[in-house]
């Protein structure tokens, strides 16, 4: 049984920088792929970005790309998620994820992903 725990969520001014943390209490984290999704009041959820098992892979969505950065501590459990230069329409709760299969396909669907964290939220404020 996976159980992932985000943290570091918060409130920023537009054009400012959070980092996101998510815990993983599994067994063998180091065989999981570990991808970010976020979701606005309204809207599907939707994918952010994507980290392969040993760290070196990653993948992200084009909203995203070239301002947040996905990486992983695999000694600590650990995945997180810098984001810089942020904008009010990154406000949204953003989940942890992880697919126990990690296949390279699919990355971008939230039916790849066998469990989900609780959730932290961002506000960015104009």
């Known amino acids: 049984q996976v159980q992932l725990v985000e943290s570091g969520g918060g409130l920023v001014q537009a054009g400012g920088s959070l980092r996101l943390s998510c815990a993983a209490s599994?067994?063998?984290?180091?065989?999981?792929?570990m991808g970010w999704f976020r979701q606005a009041p309204g809207k599907e959820r939707e994918f952010v970005a994507r980290i392969s098992r040993s760290g070196v892979s990653t993948y992200y969505a084009d909203s995203v790309k070239g301002r947040f950065t996905i990486s992983r501590d695999n000694t600590k459990n650990t995945v997180y998620l810098q984001m810089n230069s942020l904008k009010p329409e990154d406000t949204a709760v953003y989940y942890c994820?992880?697919?126990?299969?990690?296949?390279?396909?699919?990355?971008?669907?939230?039916?790849?992903?066998?469990?989900w964290g609780q959730g932290t939220q961002v506000t960015v404020s104009s």
């Open positions: 994820a992880a697919d126990l299969v990690a296949a390279q396909s699919s990355a971008a669907q939230s039916s790849t992903y066998d469990y």
């Open positions: 599994g067994r063998t984290f180091r065989s999981y792929a």
